[in-house]
């Protein structure tokens, strides 16, 4: 009886060494393997086998990327607070088994190695901003996050890992700093838009007061030319009527009659549409028989002078 207990203690101690000399290795880890406290070897994923009591699997280690947010502060060149809130993505390195022991056994925990690297992005971001006054941050945070992975790339590398992204996810000052930062903006963007709205102004009334020339200059161009062409009328007029008169004088010349009744004819015509077209005005004529003989005589003279030539003879002075 005593050695069948015997017999069956061994074998579940046999199967319980076996038992635990099988080790899984989750897909996306590497196993760290230890032999009494000292770093042994690398597990690859999947199932290994292990020296039971002997050996023994400390820690696995993720090598797919890993994400971390961070938030710090830092002090700009002209003594303003600011807050920062970031993204890091990094992983290890490679598998290789001089790597994989760097990330398991350089820090403590993870725990230490997270607040290792937030101290690291912010010593850098740090560094960037002491050298930038407050309203100059805001619009700089590429240049910041690209300022921190240059610092940060060969320091995560003596660790065992690589950086694969840094991003700056929000840039956020005190309240009495953002307050003062919004009145300035917004005294700005008035000034802004006063000298848009007052090059509007000028724009528009230097507009207006060019239409206004052009409209004067086209109309002063307008007025000569209807001036010119009632002018060249007019002298088309009276060239017409002279050479009428002229051709209606020698024509009474010619048939024996007296340019006399030429000028007769014009002054009773004269008289006649005066009274038919006055629309009721009022016109004054001298009866006086010598003032009408002295009028015909000043007409045949202008006649004469239009039919020969030469300038006609002063007519004489009129009865007294």
């Known amino acids: 009886m005593t050695g069948t207990i015997t017999a069956v203690v061994l074998g579940l101690v046999v199967l319980l060494i ?95 190695f997270t607040m290792a690297m937030t101290s690291a992005v912010e010593a850098a971001v740090r560094e960037f901003v002491a050298t930038k006054k407050q309203a100059e941050v805001l619009g700089l945070r590429t240049e910041i996050a690209s300022h921190a992975k240059n610092n940060l790339n060969e320091q995560l590398a003596s660790w065992g890992y690589s950086l694969i992204d840094l991003a700056i996810n929000d840039i956020a000052f005190d309240a009495e700093v953002m307050a003062s930062m919004s009145r300035v903006v917004a005294a700005t963007n008035a000034q802004t838009a006063a000298e848009f709205e007052g090059q509007a102004l000028l724009i528009t009334r230097t507009k207006q007061a060019e239409a206004e020339g052009a409209a004067i200059r086209i109309s002063a161009e307008n007025e000569a030319t209807a001036a010119r062409l009632r002018g060249e009328g007019l002298a088309g007029f009276r060239t017409a009527l002279s050479q009428g008169l002229t051709e209606s004088a020698r024509m009474l010349e010619d048939s024996g009659v007296g340019a006399g009744l030429l000028a007769f004819t014009l002054w009773t015509e004269t008289i006649l549409d005066a009274a038919k077209y006055g629309e009721g005005n009022t016109i004054f004529l001298d009866g006086n028989i010598v003032s009408m003989e002295d009028s015909l005589r000043r007409l045949q003279a202008i006649t004469k002078e239009n039919m020969m030539g030469d300038p006609a003879p002063p007519p004489p002075p009129p009865h007294l």
Do not use: C
């Open 18 to 112: 076996i038992a635990t000399s099988f080790k899984t290795i989750d897909q996306a880890h590497v196993g760290v393997v230890t032999m009494f406290g000292k770093y042994r070897r690398v597990l690859s994923p999947g199932l290994n086998i292990v020296i039971p009591l002997i050996e023994k699997v400390n820690w696995k280690v993720p090598v797919q990327n890993q994400t971390n947010q961070l938030t710090f502060s830092a002090i700009t060149g002209d003594q303003a607070a600011v807050h920062f809130k970031a993204t890091i993505i990094f992983a290890v390195t490679d598998h290789q088994a001089e790597t994989i022991q760097l990330v398991a056994f350089k820090f403590i925990n993870p725990g230490a």
